[in-house]
Every structure is written in C-alpha cells, then in structure tokens.
Nanobody, 122 residues
C-alpha cells in the first residue's frame, strides 16, 4: 500500500497563489502516474492535472495558471497554483495510479490521499 499525504492548502484571496504537495510513502510512488483532483461542495470530483513519466496534462479550466511537477528523489508531487479564483475553492486530492501497461507489483494500483482544503475568497 502506498500512503499519500497532501499538504499546502489554505485560505487565500483571489489572485494569490498556493503550492500543494503530495508525498508518497514509498519508492513505489515514483513508478506511478500521479494526478491532482478537486471537489467543490455539491459538485463531482474533477481532474486538475496529471503527471506521467513523460507528460503533463491539465483540466481545461486551468488555462495556464497551474503547474504540476515531480521531485522523484523526495517522493513528492507538487501543484503550483497561481492566479487563484473563488471557483478554485474545494478539497484537492492526490491520486497515484498504475501507468498503462504496468505489470507485476506496479500493476493494479489506485491510491488516494485524504485531501487538503483550498479556499479562495475575498
């Protein structure tokens, strides 16, 4: 089992920035694809950004404001969020899943963190 712990959430004003961090509990974390998802009150969970071995992808609403990155040496994935808007408010979750074509101990994994609250309000 890979444990994921998110941190970095908080309350900010519109236009400000936050950096979220997701720490994996083992070296297995570095073999998995990682994504950030968010869930606003009363809404479904949605994809924010993903990072695989070679690519990054973002939800359409990000529009260049967020950047996902990885520090393999520290078992960390970050989400830098700039120009935050009130509609970015929600609980942000880290997810680590097996990459396509994975086999052996890497296959069949789907781990979630407990989430970190982000509130953007004036």
């Amino acid at each position: 089992q890979v444990q994921l712990v998110e941190s970095g959430g908080g309350s900010v004003q519109p236009g400000e920035s936050l950096r979220l961090a997701c720490k994996g509990s083992s070296v297995m974390f570095d073999l998995l694809d990682v994504g950030w998802y968010r869930q606003a009150p009363g809404k479904q969970r949605e994809l924010v950004a993903t990072i695989t071995s070679g690519t990054t992808n973002y939800g359409d609403f990000v529009k260049g404001r967020f950047t996902i990155s990885r520090d393999s040496a520290k078992n960390m994935v970050y989400l830098q969020m700039n120009s935050l808007k009130p509609e970015d408010t929600g609980v942000y979750y880290c997810r680590a899943i097996s990459p396509e074509g994975a086999w052996g101990s890497v296959a069949g994994r789907d781990h979630w963190g407990q989430g970190t609250q982000v509130t953007v309000s004036s």
